[in-house]
């Protein structure tokens, strides 16, 4: 199946879908959760997924929408606990952490990697309904959290913070008049040690409850520093969650929130691949777990999140305000390069303060017509400040651009006013045949000033955007046993100000936002008994002024420098299957093949020219992907309760990380995730009071790297330089093979 064509596979799926729609055997939920429950449980068939992505919840199974859904028990079970660990189980979704303080998401293909405060992302991260404010601000622990769903495509008609990607949804337990306490240990290899807790319970009989959750997490570095001789990259990091849930009367639900992380784990180690040895450092070592750095990182990040949420229940519908806060400190001191002389350091300083509020209706799920309005406003004052001072080694290509002791400023301040009204209305035209409409429209202003000291100077600036963004979706189920629809939505990003571009008025003047068409066609069924589930999605995006940020390696300019590419398109197809054949196995495998190349992208060059980038693939976008697991659970006689265990395995082909494709093959290589293997097993008490859980996560320790921006001119002389073969990278990979065992402990 990897090697046909997308014309084929769409073929045969579509044949397959058909197939399974034609069976008359009576069928329940989507795509079940892969911890499997009780054996008793299982009788009936996989468990139904309730979501809220259409802004009430709604079966998995009947909701018309591309995603993926992780359960608390497989987040808990899984040890699925940061979002690296996510994307290796939902098509179609690509995570890259810098840093434990820097990630960057794509979906389908799109994604900026520009922690710059004038640009967005085109996919939005929101918990409990509040978007988090940027790259600096999307790491939280996946502890405490009922569910996670990624939503594909296009959301802006339901949401409030605009995505064109799509959307990461998570929503944290909540506060309950149910008294209950939960209790974690973790120990594992690199000493790693993690203690979280969970209490809830009423203050107020029936009228007010609270909850408080934590997670510390400590962990020794396993990066080898072979010129300081110790080990780099430990992890040190502090949450915890406050909740308040007032019910007044039946009708109205107040949730009080809030949150606070604490991390000053060692962040941007400098790790390098090449293609060659640099004469003038013949020493270097290579490889994942190996740093060649004379001076260590020192980071700290703060995050402080409050929201409100207010809902009011009426014969009507329900009316839900939505208010928030976010504030991100981050600091770091740093060696870019990761060299044994220290030819560049960093000093950066990231602050964001955001204000959000967003107000919905939602009408009542009965009769024909239903429908969802709202509306949308967020304040966000983002700043970054880096200071680079250069030490360059006589005869690099960098000692002929920087003097020794040169310094650069690269600072930016950006304020975003962003306002929308969104709505989502569907009509039932006949029993089972439903025609969905949608609309937003997005007005979006920023102001800011840029400098990169000592040369250039924006002076303030300011630029407005506007767009409307439609939805179409009709979606057909005659019967429990399956759904089909077609979507057309149009998304938008606005556009922002490039803080590394190279002259006054280049700083001053924005790139334009970007848009996007979507087609999708979609089915999900359910069968044999209720025993097995299928999601699949075909998609097309047409995409107009994609944003793309390259890395200019060049020592005079040494930034990310975002600019718009004319059109591209991403093409794929999308397969989620889960299958009970008896009740206490549970098999589950996804599959995601994806085509994203641009169509029009003309890249001006130094000496004057301007190369085309059309055919090109887009970075960070697999062409395929597959995730295959399995999950047991069966009675032990000897001790009473259950055995749990299971097993996941995933391939995903390699990465582009640039837009000229030019990377050489033996440094592509290593971005793929060929063989990557967890396994877990554990045993559960008959009461679900305690239970043990033994994990080891990527235990054939497949290496993939994840990251690699072109450092060469710091390294290479001259001549080196000037060879097209000779390339030095700075590089991050994914996680060594890590492993341990979890008590858990509940009342």
């Not at 009228?207 to 934590?214: C, D, E, P, T, Y």
């Not at 009426?314 to 806060?325: E, F, K, Q």
Request: aromatic share 10%; glycine share 8%.
């Amino acid at each position: 199946m990897l090697g046909i064509s997308l014309d084929s596979k769409c073929t045969i799926l579509i044949c397959f879908v058909t197939a399974m729609m034609a069976s008359q055997s009576a069928v329940t939920g989507a795509w079940a959760q892969a911890t499997p429950v009780e054996a008793h449980d299982k009788e009936a068939g996989l468990q139904e997924i309730i979501v809220t992505a259409t802004r009430r919840e709604t079966k998995l199974s009947e909701t018309p929408i591309s995603m993926s859904v992780v359960t608390a028990d497989q987040i808990e079970n899984q040890r699925v606990v940061n979002f690296a660990d996510l994307e290796l189980a939902v098509p179609n979704f690509v995570f890259t952490q810098v840093t434990r303080q820097e990630t960057y998401f794509s979906i389908r293909g799109t994604g900026v990697d520009n922690d710059t405060p004038g640009s967005d992302a085109g996919v939005s991260v929101f918990i409990d309904g509040v978007p988090r404010t940027g790259v600096h601000d999307t790491t939280p622990d996946l502890f405490d959290l009922q569910s996670v769903e990624v939503l594909r495509g296009p959301q802006g008609t339901l949401f409030g913070r605009n995505t064109t990607g799509g959307a990461v949804i998570m929503r944290t337990i909540a506060p309950s008049f149910d008294p209950a306490f939960k209790g974690q240990v973790t120990y594992g290899n690199y000493n790693l040690i993690e203690v979280n807790g969970l209490a809830t319970g009423p203050l107020i009989s029936n009228v007010l409850a609270g909850k408080v959750s934590f997670l510390l997490h400590d962990r020794d570095g396993y990066v080898d520093n072979v010129v300081q001789h110790r080990e780099e990259g430990r992890e040190k990091s502090g949450s915890a969650r406050a909740q308040l849930l007032w019910r007044p009367d039946d009708d109205v639900k107040v949730t009080l929130g809030g949150e606070y992380l604490r991390d000053t784990s060692q962040s941007r180690l400098g790790l390098i691949e090449s293609s060659f040895v640099p004469s003038l450092f013949p020493t270097l070592q290579f490889g994942p777990d190996v740093t060649n750095g004379a001076m260590s990182p020192q980071a700290s990040d703060t995050s402080v999140g409050l929201f409100a949420n207010v809902g009011w229940e009426t014969g009507w519908g329900a009316l839900t305000s939505i208010s928030g806060y976010r504030s991100v400190t981050s600091g770091i001191f740093y060696a870019p390069l990761g060299d044994p002389t220290t030819e560049l350091t960093a000093n950066q300083t990231v602050k964001d303060r955001q204000y959000t509020e967003e107000i919905h209706f939602a009408s009542t799920l009965s009769g024909r017509f239903n429908w969802v309005g709202g509306l949308f406003f967020l304040h966000l004052n983002r700043l970054d400040d880096t200071l680079y001072t250069a030490f360059p080694v006589p005869g690099t290509a960098f000692s002929y651009a920087a003097p020794y002791g040169a310094m650069s400023a690269h600072d930016q301040e950006v304020l975003t006013t962003s306002k929308a009204v969104f709505g989502d209305a569907t009509y039932s035209l006949l029993e089972g045949l439903d025609l969905t409409a949608g609309a937003r429209y997005s007005w979006e202003h920023r102001s800011g000033h840029s400098e990169i000291t000592p040369t250039e100077d924006s002076g303030p600036y300011a630029a407005s955007w506007s767009a409307f963004t439609p939805k179409g979706t009709i979606s057909y189920k005659p019967n429990k046993q399956w759904l089909t629809y077609a979507t057309v939505s149009k998304g938008f990003t606005s556009g922002g100000f490039d803080a590394g571009a190279d002259t006054s008025a280049g700083l001053a003047t924005p790139f334009k936002p970007e848009s996007v068409v979507n087609y999708e066609l979609g089915g999900k069924v359910v069968g044999l008994d209720r025993r097995f589930s299928l999601d699949t999605a075909i998609f097309l995006a047409d995409y107009t002024n994609l944003q793309r940020t390259a890395f200019d390696s060049n020592p005079a300019v040494n930034s990310y420098h975002t600019t718009n590419a004319g059109k591209a398109r991403v093409k794929g197809i999308e397969v989620e299957a889960t299958y009970l054949p008896i009740s206490w196995l549970t098999l589950s495998a996804n599959y995601a093949y994806t085509d994203a190349k641009y169509r029009e992208y003309n890249v001006p060059q130094n000496d004057g020219t301007v190369v085309s980038y059309a055919g090109n693939l887009l970075p960070q976008t697999p062409k395929q992907q597959v995730h295959v697991s399995g999950e047991v659970a069966v009675p032990w006689a000897v001790t009473g309760g259950m055995l749990l265990g299971g097993a996941d395995y995933t391939y995903r082909s390699q990465i582009q990380f640039v837009d000229a494709n030019d990377t050489p093959q033996v440094i592509l290589d290593k971005t793929r995730i060929n063989g990557f293997v967890n396994v877990h097993a554990g045993w559960r008490s008959t009461s679900e009071k305690f239970s043990v859980n033994l994990f080891a996560r990527d235990i054939t320790n497949k290496r993939a790297l994840v990251s690699f921006p072109d450092f060469t001119p710091y390294f290479a002389t001259l001549s080196e330089y000037g060879n097209p073969a000779d390339h030095v990278y700075l590089s991050r990979y994914t996680p060594p093979r890590t492993f341990g065992v979890t008590f858990t402990v509940r009342y």
